[in-house]
């Protein structure tokens, strides 16, 4: 495909009225407190619909009212709602009897077979594994790294409700998410750049591996997917029509890159075939983007409105293994544009949905939360959701107040389920096409004290195959949660 030049998408820009119009399914959050809105007023949350707790108190509002405090301390929800504890690292043991790893991340389910659901989660541990309590076991024939602890399991969750759970690949380093194949496999991501001989490391970190959670013997041997480049991996999807991947880097200093890695010619996906291309294999490119006017993007904190566009060109990645510098320092000013906090992705509506969690004073703007969405065809990425900093977060019981998006994930009953990592209590919320929020879930582990407390953020939200089950997880120590209620379809 020819690069879209700062010229032709001023000129596209000029014509169609190139970000004006909002569309797709995350509108969403675009009313969390702190938020700066689209000036519908409805999407605004002018309609006195929802109040500052996010429960509705209007007819029509969305959601499932408010969150009633857990007497076991651990998952407040709204009436009607439970949960079950799936996993628990610490305390439920693997088919090989170690117990079950913890800093549990990204999560896919698959549909298995007789109504089994089939769950892969990563373990976000980092450095060796020598320091961690519970590391994923170095299962036979499924070691990358022997001095690692992170990696992922594989949990199968039976009709009956029984419970077994494997190791998928162990030896990795901060699998932090990743993202599910139309092919029915996992790619697990490594947040880290270590180099053998750093961190404990005797293999150089920093890179893509595929799970098969339906074929054990499919995982043996593990394999880096370099031709995906070795940096500080975030998140995958994959474009079912083109073949492209898009991957997104959390790292600073400089800020993370946007990446899109097209096959060779004649390249056809399907399981393990990623595993059979060379080092160098197909293309890997970082994202450049032009405003309305054609003017350079530095980074994407610059967007301060919902709804803004820019054009998207992508620039070839020179030495994506980074065997002497680091993948996003090989551009320089002016080459690329960056985002701090590049985190979650979901593939849908023919597009990429893409969270920045945050930005600081790293950035040349603050928020506390993005959603891009990055359209192949038009090669443009539009601005979501944009959540403006702000405080409320820290107030204990308050729900509403969300900030850093994480983790994502399409409802089956209309809008997305978001995962929050950010300041103060956390949650798991929902957000509707047309903007308005709703709690679903609170952690109440306080890893803290009462005067200071502490709560993990959550991850891996993900729904069960007949969309009956959400699965979510509790980061530390390492909780997976099956969440069953009343779902219903949720107003716009």
């Not at 700066?36 to 007819?59: F, I, N, R, S």
């Amino acid at each position: 495909m020819p690069s879209l030049t700062r010229r032709d998408f001023a000129r596209r820009s000029a014509v169609t009225g190139a970000g004006v119009a909002l569309a797709g399914s995350v509108g969403a959050l675009a009313t969390a407190p702190g938020a700066l809105a689209a000036e519908d007023p409805e999407v605004a949350g002018a309609d006195g619909l929802d109040d500052a707790d996010g429960h509705g108190h209007g007819h029509g509002a969305p959601g499932y009212g408010p969150l009633l405090p857990d007497p076991k301390g651990l998952l407040a929800l709204p009436a009607g709602f439970s949960y079950r504890v799936i996993t628990h690292s610490g305390k439920t043991k693997l088919d090989t009897g170690e117990f079950t790893p913890s800093n549990h991340d990204g999560t896919a389910a698959f549909e298995g077979p007789r109504g089994v659901t089939l769950l892969v989660n990563n373990h976000e541990l980092g450095g060796p594994r020598t320091r961690v309590q519970h590391p994923v076991p170095l299962t036979e024939g499924l070691v990358y790294d022997p001095a690692a602890a992170g990696g992922c399991t594989v949990v199968e969750v039976r009709r009956g409700g029984d419970v077994a759970e494997w190791v998928g690949v162990a030896g990795t380093a901060t699998n932090c998410a990743g993202g599910s194949t139309p092919w029915g496999t996992w790619l697990t991501c490594e947040e880290t750049e270590d180099k053998a001989g750093q961190n404990g490391m005797t293999k150089d970190h920093g890179y893509v591996f595929e799970v098969d959670p339906y074929d054990r013997r499919a995982n043996r041997n593990p394999k880096p997917l370099k031709a995906l480049g070795r940096y500080a991996h975030e998140a995958v999807v994959v474009d079912p029509k083109r073949g492209h991947l898009y991957l997104t880097e959390d790292a600073a200093g400089p800020n993370g890159l946007l990446y899109r890695w097209s096959p060779p010619h004649g390249f056809r996906h399907g399981r393990g075939r990623l595993r059979t291309l060379a080092d160098d294999a197909g293309v890997l490119k970082a994202v450049k983007c032009y405003d309305s006017g054609g003017r350079f993007v530095d980074d994407l904190a610059r967007a301060t409105k919902i709804g803004t566009v820019y054009g998207v060109d992508w620039v070839e990645v020179e030495d994506r293994d980074a065997r002497t510098v680091p993948v996003r320092k090989q551009f320089g000013a002016g080459d690329v544009t960056r985002a701090r906090k590049l985190e979650g992705m979901w593939w849908g509506d023919g597009g990429a949905y893409i969270v920045s969690s945050y930005a600081r004073a790293e950035s040349p703007g603050q928020h506390d939360g993005q959603v891009w969405f990055y359209h192949p065809g038009r090669r443009t990425l539009t601005l979501k959701v944009l959540i403006g900093a702000h405080a409320e977060s820290s107030v204990p019981g308050k729900d509403g107040a969300y900030d850093g998006p994480d983790n994502i994930t399409v409802s089956p009953y209309g809008g997305l389920v978001i995962a929050e990592d950010g300041d103060g209590i956390q949650h798991l919320f929902g957000a509707t096409e047309r903007g308005r929020t709703y709690p679903i879930a609170r952690n109440e582990l306080n890893a803290g004290t009462p005067e200071k407390p502490s709560y993990s953020e959550f991850t891996g939200v993900t729904f069960s195959p007949d969309g009956r089950t959400l699965y979510a997880n509790i980061q530390t120590p390492g909780i997976m949660l099956a969440i069953k209620g009343p779902w219903r379809r949720q107003r716009p």
